[in-house]
Structure formats: structure tokens, C-alpha cells
């Protein structure tokens, strides 16, 4: 048993520490740079607590607190590549046809006297060179010897020069090696362009030319948000130290965001410039630049975004009746449009699921039917949640994902010639794969869909 005297002094300890921890944590806090690695482990860690979500049932709530028209109230900016710039007539026609951007941006590395693009008004669209506007700026920060440091920009004046003489094979070359490089240096011009031309918007969007983005969705999310608080929202990749909005989803800033930045910290847009020479992903410099102002990604809102393109989107037993607001990577004009066909006349927002209403792959009731596909993936790519095993059939293959050992499977494909059997907390629409044998647990599906629109009175 402790004396007295000494029981009296572990009491006083405990009470001293009890206050000057809290201190200490709060100068920490106040003192430490808005982009040290100790607030953002802390901010990490507390994301689940500190940043804002909404629940599928509150998504679909209406009406909205903070109503939104995209016509007049979103800028939307468009980032393409001379490597890539065929996808941008795609593009116009989709906001022609009603996707409903009257304030629009196209941006790129090229200028585009040769794309010949007209809007609903017959007025000339412009293609913004914003690499070049890197350029300018840094080559009057940067003496000669400085420009040495930095192979990004002879990379571009190759491309620039190639195009000027019409050196088209060339200018071919150089996309096709460097255009990811020069994809890097678009991404902070692009916003600043954005917040110059359109001060007012509620809401600016930074997407790929192979996005793809469902309005009714896009205007219920934001109706959710208030735009005059300084916002970053999309869907959250990278490591604790450096959590950013991934560009191909889509980058979501509202205007205080942009006018805390472009307005109070011109050196820090400038070192943003600067940093774009050297920096392997533009949208990663995006959250570091915001970090140094203090401004960070809201990842309670990351599941409504999609970076798949629709053929591998995972559908999810936890985000099947969740809305979607976009796909990625769809790289053809017609593949883009063949989207629009399913979503472009959607009034209200699309969830996870209906991505199998595209078009290619067997419909659930023909899955009820002929549980067994020759040909064809519902699984796709493996990772750290699937399982792989061996099966002697397709039929085992089967069993093991709808039998109640694997209750989670919502998924499997078979592969005859090694006997591999995948399986799958998700299952995927799909496409053609020669040689397998795959299919997905409708029961399952049919029950998790039942239950999560049952709870949203949705049924």
C-alpha cells in the first residue's frame, strides 16, 4: 500500500497532466503549420468524426437546403490533352444534349484553332491553354540556369514548337510520352482560370475529358452543401499524409475555397506553379497547396464518387442503393454517349445499382435464369478483399459464393484451365473475357437491394 505523502503527490501528477496535456495539444494545434504531418495523422485519424457525411436516406431528402441549378450556379471545367483532344467534341455534345453546363471551360495543353468546336449558340469554343500558363508563369520567376532544373518545361516548348510548324507526328510523340507531365501543370491554372472568369459561381468542377457526371445526382449533392463555406470535396485517395480528391472522379471547390486561395495567398499559388514542373499527380498538389492555407478534404462524402469506368464500377453490398454521381476512364465519344443514353434523361439521382442497366452484360433476371456465363467477368480485377481457391467446375465455383460460408460474395468468376475459382464482395457488369465462366449471387442482390430501399421508404 502507497503512503500517504506519496499517494497525495500521484494525485497532484495526474491533475497537472491532466491540464497541461490539453494545453499542450491546443499550442500544438494553433502554432503548428496548417500542413504539418502532425495535423494531418490527426485529421486523418478523426475524419470519421470531424467531417460530415450524409446518410443515402438524407442524400435523397427534399427539398435541399441549399438548392442548386447547374446551369447557374457550377462551373465546369473540362481537362483534356493534345494526346486526347477528339474527346472533347464528345464533351460538347453531352452538354448540347443536356447535361446542363451553360458555364463551361474547356482546358488543355494546345490551343485549338483546328478543333473547330461551336456551342448552342453558335459562338466559337475556346480551348484554354493552361499549360502555357504555367509556363509564363514560371519562366519569369525562373532565371536560365533555374529553367535547367526543371525537364518538364523543355518537354513542353517541344510540344508547343511541334505544333506551331504543324509537326504533327511529333506533337503525337510527345502526348503520347509526356502528357501525363503535362496533365500535372493544368491542374492549378484550371481552378485559377475558373475563380477569374466566373467570380460568382456557388461551385467549381474539375473533371477529366473521359468523365463522365450525372446531373440529378451532382445537383442533389451539392443541394446539400453550403457554398458560402470554403469547401474540397470528392473522393478521397493517397496515403494520411496527403489525402486528395482524385481528378478523374471529380474535384468539387466552392467559391470561398477558391477565393481564399486566388485572393489571400498568392505565394502560395505561385510555389503551386512552381511545384507543377516537378509534382507526379496535379490533383495531389491540389489538397498540398490547399493544406498550406489551412483548407482540407472533406472524406465523409467520398462514396458518391466513382473513378471506374461503368464496365468495372464495383456495386458494393455496403453502397448499392448509395447514389452515384460519375464514371471515369470512358475513353471513346461513343462509349460516353452510350452513358448519356441511360442517364442523360435521369431525373432523379441513379444509385450504385443501376449502373447494370448499362448496356453489354446479362440483366439480373436472365443471371436468375441462367445463373452460369461462358465468356465473361463479373468479378474483375483482384485485390485484398477477394478470395481465390480452386474449384473442379464452374458449378463448385458457384456454390462457394452463394452458399452461407460466403454470405458476402455478391460475385464469381471460374477459369477452367487452372480450376481457379474468384470470388468477390462486389460484382461488376463486366466484360467479354474468353475462356472463363462467371456469375453473380441474384439472391443475395436481390435481398441487400430490398433491405437498403426498404429503409429509405424507397421500395
Same mark, same amino acid.
Given at each position: 500500500?502507497?503512503?500517504?505523502?506519496?499517494? *497525495?503527490?500521484?494525485? *497532484?501528477?495526474?491533475?497537472?497532466?491532466?491540464?497541461a496535456?490539453?494545453?499542450?495539444?491546443?499550442?500544438l494545434?494553433? @502554432?503548428?503549420?496548417?500542413?504539418?504531418?502532425?495535423?494531418?495523422? $490527426?485529421?486523418?485519424?478523426?475524419?470519421?468524426?470531424?467531417?460530415?457525411? @450524409?446518410?443515402?436516406?438524407?442524400?435523397?431528402? %427534399?427539398?435541399?437546403?441549399?438548392?442548386?441549378?447547374?446551369n447557374?450556379?457550377?462551373?465546369?471545367?473540362?481537362?483534356?490533352?493534345?494526346?486526347?483532344?477528339?474527346?472533347?467534341?464528345?464533351?460538347?455534345?453531352?452538354?448540347?444534349r443536356?447535361?446542363h453546363?451553360?458555364?463551361?471551360l474547356?482546358?488543355?495543353?494546345?490551343?485549338?484553332?483546328?478543333l473547330?468546336?461551336?456551342?448552342?449558340k453558335?459562338e466559337?469554343?475556346?480551348?484554354h491553354?493552361?499549360?502555357?500558363?504555367?509556363m509564363?508563369?514560371?519562366?519569369?520567376?525562373?532565371?536560365?540556369?533555374e529553367?535547367k532544373?526543371?525537364?518538364?518545361i523543355?518537354?513542353?516548348?517541344?510540344?508547343e514548337?511541334?505544333?506551331?510548324h504543324?509537326?504533327?507526328t511529333?506533337?503525337?510523340?510527345?502526348?503520347?510520352e509526356?502528357?501525363?507531365?503535362?496533365?500535372?501543370?493544368?491542374?492549378?491554372?484550371?481552378?485559377?482560370?475558373a475563380?477569374?472568369?466566373?467570380?460568382?459561381?456557388?461551385?467549381?468542377? #474539375?473533371?477529366?475529358?473521359?468523365?463522365?457526371?450525372?446531373?440529378?445526382?451532382l445537383?442533389?449533392?451539392?443541394?446539400?452543401?453550403?457554398?458560402?463555406?470554403?469547401?474540397y470535396?470528392?473522393n478521397?485517395? &493517397?496515403?494520411?499524409?496527403?489525402r486528395?480528391?482524385?481528378? &478523374?472522379?471529380?474535384?468539387?471547390? %466552392?467559391?470561398?475555397?477558391?477565393?481564399? #486561395?486566388?485572393?489571400?495567398?498568392?505565394?502560395?499559388?505561385?510555389?503551386?506553379?512552381?511545384? %507543377?514542373?516537378?509534382?507526379l499527380?496535379?490533383?495531389?498538389?491540389?489538397t498540398?497547396t490547399?493544406?498550406?492555407?489551412?483548407?482540407?478534404?472533406?472524406?465523409?462524402? %467520398? *462514396?458518391?464518387?466513382?473513378?471506374?469506368?461503368p464496365?468495372?464500377t464495383?456495386?458494393?453490398?455496403?453502397?448499392?442503393?448509395?447514389?452515384?454521381?460519375?464514371?471515369h476512364?470512358?475513353?471513346?465519344?461513343? $462509349?460516353?454517349?452510350?452513358?448519356?443514353?441511360?442517364?442523360?434523361?435521369?431525373?432523379?439521382?441513379?444509385r450504385?445499382?443501376?449502373t447494370?442497366r448499362?448496356? &453489354?452484360?446479362?440483366?439480373?433476371?436472365q443471371?436468375?435464369?441462367?445463373?452460369?456465363?461462358?465468356?465473361?467477368?463479373h468479378?474483375?480485377? #483482384?485485390?485484398e478483399?477477394?478470395?481465390?481457391?480452386? $474449384?473442379?467446375? $464452374?458449378?463448385?465455383?458457384?456454390?462457394?459464393c452463394t452458399?452461407?460460408?460466403w454470405?458476402?460474395?455478391?460475385?464469381?468468376?471460374?477459369?477452367?484451365?487452372?480450376?481457379?475459382?474468384?470470388?468477390?464482395?462486389?460484382?461488376?457488369?463486366?466484360?467479354?473475357e474468353?475462356? *472463363?465462366?462467371?456469375?453473380?449471387?441474384?439472391?443475395?442482390?436481390?435481398?441487400?437491394?430490398?433491405?437498403?430501399l426498404?429503409?429509405?421508404?424507397?421500395?
Open positions: 500500500m502507497l503512503a500517504p505523502g506519496v499517494l *497525495r503527490m500521484g494525485i *497532484r501528477l495526474v491533475r497537472q497532466l491532466a491540464i496535456i490539453p494545453v499542450v495539444i491546443v499550442l494545434w494553433v @502554432l503548428l503549420p496548417s500542413d504539418h504531418f502532425l495535423r494531418l495523422w $490527426a485529421r486523418f485519424n478523426l475524419s470519421p468524426v470531424i467531417d460530415p457525411t @450524409l446518410t443515402t436516406s438524407q442524400f435523397y431528402t %427534399s427539398p435541399v437546403p441549399y438548392p442548386v441549378d447547374t447557374k450556379d457550377v462551373v465546369l471545367i473540362v481537362k483534356s490533352g493534345y494526346g486526347t483532344r477528339h474527346r472533347l467534341h464528345g464533351w460538347l455534345d453531352l452538354i448540347q443536356g447535361l453546363f451553360d458555364n463551361f474547356f482546358v488543355a495543353d494546345f490551343d485549338t484553332d483546328d473547330a468546336m461551336v456551342d448552342a453558335a466559337p469554343v475556346i480551348v491553354n493552361v499549360a502555357n500558363m504555367t509564363h508563369r514560371v519562366m519569369a520567376q525562373l532565371n536560365i540556369e529553367q532544373r526543371y525537364p518538364r523543355e518537354k513542353y516548348t517541344t510540344l514548337g511541334a505544333l506551331k504543324e509537326y504533327n511529333i506533337a503525337e510523340k510527345v502526348a503520347q509526356f502528357g501525363w507531365e503535362m496533365d500535372a501543370m493544368k491542374f492549378i491554372p484550371s481552378l485559377e482560370l475563380w477569374t472568369r466566373y467570380p460568382k459561381a456557388k461551385w467549381y468542377l #474539375l473533371a477529366d475529358d473521359d468523365t463522365y457526371l450525372i446531373r440529378p445526382s445537383e442533389q449533392f451539392l443541394g446539400h452543401l453550403d457554398s458560402s463555406k470554403p469547401l470535396v470528392g478521397a485517395v &493517397g496515403a494520411w499524409n496527403g486528395f480528391a482524385h481528378g &478523374g472522379s471529380t474535384i468539387v471547390v %466552392s467559391r470561398p475555397a477558391l477565393a481564399q #486561395l486566388f485572393n489571400g495567398h498568392p505565394d502560395v499559388v505561385q510555389q503551386a506553379y512552381v511545384t %507543377s514542373l516537378t509534382t499527380l496535379g490533383d495531389h498538389l491540389v498540398k490547399f493544406h498550406r492555407i489551412g483548407l482540407y478534404l472533406k472524406e465523409g462524402y %467520398s *462514396r458518391f464518387f466513382n473513378g471506374e469506368p464496365a468495372s464495383k456495386i458494393r453490398h455496403d453502397r448499392m442503393c448509395d447514389p452515384i454521381i460519375s464514371y476512364h470512358i475513353k471513346d465519344p461513343e $462509349a460516353m454517349m452510350a452513358v448519356h443514353d441511360v442517364f442523360g434523361r435521369a431525373t432523379t439521382p441513379p450504385w445499382l443501376d447494370w448499362l448496356k &453489354g452484360a446479362p440483366t439480373l433476371q443471371l436468375e435464369k441462367q445463373p452460369i456465363i461462358a465468356d465473361w467477368d468479378v474483375g480485377g #483482384l485485390d478483399y477477394t478470395h481465390s481457391g480452386r $474449384a473442379d467446375t $464452374a458449378e463448385a465455383c458457384m456454390a462457394k452458399g452461407k460460408k454470405g458476402a460474395c455478391l460475385a464469381w468468376t471460374f477459369i477452367p484451365e487452372t480450376k481457379v475459382c474468384n470470388t468477390s464482395p462486389w460484382m461488376i457488369v463486366g466484360q467479354t474468353v475462356g *472463363r465462366m462467371t456469375g453473380v449471387n441474384t439472391k443475395l442482390v436481390r435481398k441487400l437491394a430490398k433491405d437498403c426498404s429503409s429509405m421508404n424507397k421500395v
